[in-house]
Every structure is written in structure tokens, then in C-alpha cells.
């Protein structure tokens, strides 16, 4: 089974960027479908951005799709999220998670594996 480290999020200004990494250990990547969602205070998690495991496909949310970017690097065992034109409604801990069969890549019952998270706050 796979294990999941998400890091890069930090403090940021709106407007800013930052670009979250997750990186896998323990199987072999391109084996994993991975997705990142979010959770802010007091909502529930929700799905913002998902890769096929070959990274031909993406999705995205409507609120980030113009925003924020998914990709990955099988050699390096690694998925990123790129995320520009931060505003303070993107604030939350964000998660990187991944799975080997799934059907619904916004859906996030499907994913097994899960990292730790990683705090984005953008102040206005």
C-alpha cells in the first residue's frame, strides 16, 4: 500500500501562488488515480482537483478549474497541485489522496489512502 505526504502549503497574500506536493512511498505510483480535496473550519472536505494515473486526465472543481492545476511525476513518485490567483475562500487543509480502483474521481469514499494534510491560509 501506498503512503502519502502532502508539504508546500504556508501563509500567502490573495492574488499569490503556491504549489502543494505529495509525495508517495511504499508502491509503485502509477498504480494510484490521486485527487487532492480541501477542508476548511466547520464545512465538509470537498474534491478540488484529480489525475488518472498515467496523468492523461485531469478534473477539477468549478471553483478552481481556471485556478488551480493538477499534475504528477511518476518517475519521482510525486503529484502536484498548483494553485494561483489565491483568495481567502481557499483557505483549508488540504489532502492528498489516492487510490488503485476507483470510479468517481471526485468522490472522496473511493480514495483509500489519505495523506496528513497541509494548511493553506490565504489572508485577504
Known amino acids: 500500500q501506498v503512503q502519502l505526504a502532502e508539504s508546500g502549503g504556508g501563509l500567502v497574500q490573495a492574488g499569490g501562488s503556491l504549489r502543494l506536493s505529495c509525495a508517495a512511498s511504499?508502491?509503485?505510483?502509477?498504480?494510484?488515480?490521486v485527487a487532492w480535496f480541501r477542508q476548511a473550519p466547520g464545512k465538509e472536505r470537498e474534491f478540488v482537483a484529480a489525475i488518472t494515473r498515467k496523468g492523461r486526465t485531469t478534473y477539477a472543481s468549478d471553483s478552481v478549474e481556471t485556478r488551480f492545476t493538477i499534475s504528477r511525476d511518476n518517475a519521482k513518485n510525486t503529484a502536484y497541485l498548483q494553485m494561483n490567483r489565491l483568495n481567502p475562500e481557499d483557505t483549508a487543509v488540504y489532502y492528498c489522496a489516492a487510490a488503485v480502483i476507483i470510479d468517481d474521481l471526485t468522490r472522496d469514499a473511493e480514495y483509500e489512502y489519505w495523506g496528513q494534510g497541509t494548511q493553506v491560509t490565504v489572508s485577504s
Open positions: 511504499g508502491d509503485t505510483f502509477y498504480n494510484y488515480a
